[in-house]
């Protein structure tokens, strides 16, 4: 069976988003970075998914914002970089059988 030769977009253009646009007090007009967020609690944590979600609300702005954060999963390039003398380690535990460490990347692999 051949592939088809259109391919749907990952995203839709931001156009197609009209609740978004018709709202001149929306967060997303303005949102480039997190300093303007306060905390109010956690409502959940998985580090084994390394997401977490809360709750909270945004300075001068009505009503409570629910943010879910996850950590992007390591590809080859970056698992590469963290193997250099810029990565830190500190041993944790070592037994006879095996070690346990905490990894500290430089900054720009650190997210």
């Known amino acids: 069976m051949a592939a088809s030769s ?27 970075d997190l300093s303007r967020f306060q905390l109010n609690r956690v409502l ?3 580090s084994r998914t390394k997401t977490i979600c809360v709750v909270g609300d945004f300075v001068d702005k009505e009503g409570d914002a629910i943010l879910v954060l996850e950590k992007t999963p ?8 963290l193997c ?3 990565t830190s ?10 070690g ?3 990894c500290f ?3 720009g692999l650190n997210c």
């Open 6 to 32: 259109v391919e749907e977009p990952m995203l839709k253009s931001s156009e197609t988003v009209s609740e978004e646009n018709s709202d001149p007090d929306t967060i997303h007009k303005e949102l480039a």
């Open 44 to 46: 959940n944590s998985d």
């Open 74 to 81: 390591l590809d080859e390039d970056t698992f590469k970089n």
């Open 84 to 86: 250099s003398g810029h």
């Open 89 to 98: 380690m500190k041993k944790t535990f070592v037994n006879d059988i095996y």
């Open 100 to 102: 346990n460490y905490q």
């Open 105 to 107: 990347p430089e900054g």
